[in-house]
């Protein structure tokens, strides 16, 4: 026993599963991040864009049209919630797949689990900001820069995490080539 306590979602069926939900979850937050451009005759929503300036973040929210602010904040925010749910899920599970048969539970390489976990809180907080501002129908300056912080560590961390995955993938896929 090396120590870990695995079950359903730590095994390689669970990461099959997460995987098959992550994707899903991801073809539908893109589906209606499209519905979402197309309401507001194609501004883009400020989720997607990498380290918005406050100036784009309160020009894209402020001039967004009634129904296209109502789709953002109540269907795209409640798709983009269940999103983060599913790739915080898929890539803690898989990160820790892949270290538990080489390192002990207590080594500190098992700490990068959580860097998929730091930016999906970054993501709510990015989306709980959004909300906000779309409830008010403002894009104060304030909440704006915290809007961009909070994006600017999302990215980093759930693409950190996104390599992880890939690289680990690649290494036991060429561990198991060589063997």
Request: hydrophobic share 50%; with cysteine.
């Given at each position: 026993?090396?120590g870990?306590?695995?079950?359903?979602?730590h095994?390689?069926?669970?990461i099959?599963?997460?995987l098959?939900?992550?994707?899903g979850?991801?073809?539908l937050?893109?589906?209606?991040?499209?519905?979402?451009?197309?309401?507001?005759?194609?501004?883009?929503?400020?989720?997607?864009?990498?380290?918005?300036s406050?100036?784009?973040?309160?020009?894209?929210l402020?001039?967004?049209?009634?129904?296209?602010?109502k789709?953002?904040r109540w269907?795209?925010?409640?798709v983009?919630f269940?999103?983060?749910?599913?790739y915080?899920?898929?890539?803690?599970c898989?990160?820790?797949y892949?270290?538990?048969k080489d390192?002990?539970?207590?080594h500190?390489?098992?700490?990068l689990?959580?860097?998929?976990v730091?930016?999906?809180?970054?993501?709510?907080?990015?989306?709980?900001?959004?909300?906000?501002?779309l409830?008010t129908?403002?894009?104060?300056?304030?909440l704006c820069?915290?809007?961009?912080?909070?994006?600017?560590?999302?990215?980093?961390?759930?693409?950190?995490?996104?390599?992880?995955?890939?690289?680990?993938?690649?290494?036991k896929?060429?561990?198991?080539?060589s063997?």
């Amino acid at each position: 026993m090396n120590g870990y306590k695995n079950g359903f979602m730590h095994s390689f069926k669970g990461i099959m599963v997460q995987l098959a939900i992550f994707l899903g979850m991801m073809w539908l937050m893109r589906y209606t991040a499209g519905v979402v451009s197309k309401l507001n005759f194609s501004q883009g929503i400020v989720d997607l864009v990498f380290a918005p300036s406050p100036q784009y973040t309160a020009a894209v929210l402020t001039s967004m049209e009634e129904s296209a602010a109502k789709f953002y904040r109540w269907v795209f925010l409640t798709v983009d919630f269940v999103y983060v749910l599913a790739y915080c899920t898929f890539y803690r599970c898989s990160i820790r797949y892949m270290l538990q048969k080489d390192y002990a539970p207590t080594h500190i390489i098992n700490r990068l689990t959580m860097l998929p976990v730091i930016g999906g809180i970054a993501d709510l907080t990015e989306n709980t900001l959004i909300f906000i501002m779309l409830g008010t129908g403002a894009a104060p300056t304030a909440l704006c820069v915290m809007l961009m912080i909070a994006n600017i560590i999302k990215f980093l961390f759930v693409y950190s995490s996104l390599m992880i995955v890939l690289g680990g993938t690649i290494w036991k896929i060429r561990g198991l080539l060589s063997s």
